[in-house]
T-cell receptor, first 111, second 112 residues
Framework: EPEVTQTPSHQVTQMGQEVILRCVPI?????FYWYRQILGQKVEFLVS????????KSEIFDDQFSVERPDGSNFTLKIRSTKLEDSAMYFC?????????FGPGTRLTVT | LAKTTQPISMDSYEGQEVNITCSHN???????ITWYQQFPSQGPRFIIQ???TKVTNEVASLFIPADRKSSTLSLPRVSLSDTAVYYC?????????????FGQGTELSVKP
């Protein structure tokens, strides 16, 4: 069964550094998403992406964040100038229709 | 999107049927109901979705009354591996964005 994959599984970075989280959505899916989950808290929507552009973003997704689909397979989330409060699990998801398929997540730790 | 309310936690024993009820009083005509499951340190996983009446798949059943202000996820004969957080969400049809808004979910604990 096709799966959404994410790399790396765990990323440790220092405050102020830039990180890029990578996702490979399922190949025939057209809609892509990033969510995050701070430890012990609920899953939060960050951004949705369709037809090579952002279709919706949350208040969390400010100028510090950006997304890109650089080729036909990868979908990336860039976080500039990381802060301690950016530490969380970041999930990528994709969907063909209504059902969203989530990846295993990248645990980002900002020290 | 309509806010959802569900119990924070539930306990059950192996082999029992578990019913988790969610209320969504302000659901709109073009909204549908969807349930996800999440294990610790994993991404949410789709379980079932429906618009009205009853939907059944190999994992669960979803019961939606005529007024659609609530829904009940039914898990038949749970096992220890069903211990997880279960999320009830309301999503909009025809929404090109299709974002999911998660609440706190129901933490189900299945005991032997």
């Amino acid at each position: 069964e096709p799966e959404v994959t994410q790399t790396p599984s765990h990323q440790v970075t220092q405050m102020g550094q830039e990180v890029i989280l990578r996702c490979v959505p399922i190949s025939n899916h057209l809609y892509f998403y990033w969510y995050r989950q701070i430890l012990g808290q609920k899953v939060e929507f960050l951004v949705s992406f369709y037809n090579n552009e952002i279709s919706e973003k949350s208040e969390i997704f400010d100028d510090q964040f950006s997304v890109e689909r650089p080729d036909g397979s990868n979908f990336t989330l860039k976080i500039r100038s990381t802060k301690l409060e950016d530490s969380a699990m970041y999930f990528c998801a994709s969907r063909p229709g209504r059902e969203q398929y989530f990846g295993p997540g990248t645990r980002l730790t900002v020290t | 999107l309509a806010k959802t309310t569900q119990p924070i936690s539930m306990d059950s024993y192996e082999g029992q049927e578990v019913n988790i009820t969610c209320s969504h009083n302000n659901i709109a005509t073009n909204d549908y109901i969807t349930w996800y499951q999440q294990f610790p340190s994993q991404g949410p996983r789709f379980i079932i979705q429906g618009y009205k009446t009853k939907v059944t798949n190999e994992v669960a059943s979803l019961f939606i009354p005529a007024d659609r202000k609530s829904s009940t996820l039914s898990l038949p004969r749970v096992s220890l591996s069903d211990t997880a957080v279960y999320y009830c969400l309301v999503a909009r049809q025809g929404n090109q964005g299709g974002k999911l808004i998660f609440g706190q979910g129901t933490e189900l604990s299945v005991k032997p």
